[in-house]
Every structure is written in C-alpha cells, then in structure tokens.
T-cell receptor, first 117, second 114 residues
Framework: NAGVMQNPRHLVRRRGQEARLRCSPM?????VYWYRQLPEEGLKFMVY????????ESGMPKERFSAEFPKEGPSILRIQQVVRGDSAAYFC???????????????FGSGTRLTVV | AQSVAQPEDQVNVAEGNPLTVKCTYS??????LFWYVQYPNRGLQFLLKYITGDNLVKGSYGFEAEFNKSQTSFHLKKPTALVSDSALYFCAVRDQTGANNLFFGTGTRLTVIP
C-alpha cells in the first residue's frame, strides 16, 4: 500500500518555463491538499481538491498557479512562467474524507523541490 | 487570525537527556493543535494532536506535548532523546470556526548529539 507519491522529487526550471508537479494520493483517498514550504517559512496551505472539484483554493496565488484532480490520474499543480520566488518544496497530502482533514488524518508525500534558475 | 510561533530555529540536546521543542499559538476560540515531524527527504509525519480533554497528550515515538491555555503554548517533549529523533519539527494549529486549514510554524531543527 504505497503512500502518497509525488514526482518528480526534484525539478529545475528556468525562469519563464512551466512547472508541473504530480501527486498520486493514497489508495482509497479522494481528498488532496497542496502545501508550499518556503525557505525560512512554515508550510502554507495552497489548495484543497476532491476528484474533479476544487474545494478551497484560498491559498493559491491569483496568477500563474493552477491545480486539478481529474477523475483519472494524479493531481497536478501547475505553475506557469515560473519566477525565482517560486523556488520551494511543494508537499501534497491526502485523506479519506473531509472529516479527517486537519485532525491528523493527513498522509503527506515526500515533496517536490522546485528550483528556478 | 491564526498563527503559530516556534521561537527556536535550532535545538541541540545530548542523547539521553530530555528534550523540549517550543510552540505558541494564536487562534480564535478553542484550538486544535498538532505536531508533525519531517525526516530528511521524507514527507511530514503526524506525531500527536490536542483536540480536547487532558492537557498532556501522548503521541508516536515516545513524544508528548502539553497544552497550556493560559500561556497559549503546546510544547513538544520527550523524556529521553535519541539520535534518531534528529529531524525538523513543525507545530500546527487549526481553529474550530469552520475553516479547515492548518497553519504551521516555521519549524525547529532538532539535533540530538551522541
């Protein structure tokens, strides 16, 4: 029973390119959350998705960032026209249901470390 | 607005000694409080949580945390530190007013010295 799988583990992009981060939740989990860990800062919530629906995107920057969780396949966090300030570790988490959200029911992936050069 | 403060970026402790990692919080109403640990190249792992009840909460790997409402603190503790406890520790808070997001501190790097 694999945990939350994120890939790639490391991603290097030049300024202006697109970054695509993938997250496959744990088997049986239909809720996916994305967090960003910035240097010198804590984890910050970005977006919460269920299959085919964005539930809460209050933490997503208004421009260049988007997320999806299609019916089939992994959740994708997409960053267009990356800038240096996007360099960070991005963590995905999944849970079985909304009830468990925020109550220790998360399972986190190992993160994708994005470096923008 | 919710916030979490971890005042120490780095904590060093000798193996076998007790350890404390500090956390204070600010939240509207009663808080849900959490500790997570991040080992190198790994995702966050849940350690323990306080929702209600006893102020002393016991969690994974021998860790415990004490909820202190008057001091708005939720310090993580362990009686006997192991070298394998060396990792990054995050405190998090969520309020009970409906928003379901966790707010994390900046993390404390714990180093247990053999």
């Amino acid at each position: 029973n694999a945990g939350v799988m994120q890939n790639p583990r490391h991603l290097v992009r030049r300024r202006g390119q697109e970054a695509r981060l993938r997250c496959s939740p744990m088997k049986g989990h239909s809720h996916v959350y994305w967090y960003r860990q910035l240097p010198e800062e804590g984890l910050k919530f970005m977006v919460y998705l269920q299959k085919e629906n964005i539930i809460d995107e209050s933490g997503m920057p208004k421009e260049r960032f988007s997320a999806e969780f299609p019916k089939e396949g992994p959740s994708i966090l997409r960053i267009q026209q990356v800038v240096r300030g996007d360099s960070a570790a991005y963590f995905c988490a999944s849970s079985q249901s909304r009830i468990n959200r925020g109550l220790g029911g998360y399972t986190f992936g190992s993160g994708t470390r994005l470096t923008v050069v | 607005a919710q916030s979490v403060a971890q005042p120490e970026d780095q904590v060093n402790v000798a193996e076998g000694n007790p350890l404390t990692v500090k956390c204070t919080y600010s939240v509207s109403g009663n808080p849900y409080l959490f500790w997570y640990v991040q080992y190198p190249n790994r995702g966050l792992q849940f350690l323990l949580k306080y929702i209600t009840g006893d102020n002393l909460v016991k969690g994974s790997y021998g860790f415990e945390a004490e909820f202190n409402k008057s001091q708005t603190s939720f310090h993580l503790k362990k009686p006997t530190a192991l070298v394998s406890d060396s990792a990054l520790y995050f405190c998090a808070v969520r309020d009970q007013t409906g928003a379901n997001n966790l707010f994390f501190g900046t993390g404390t790097r714990l180093t247990v010295i053999p």
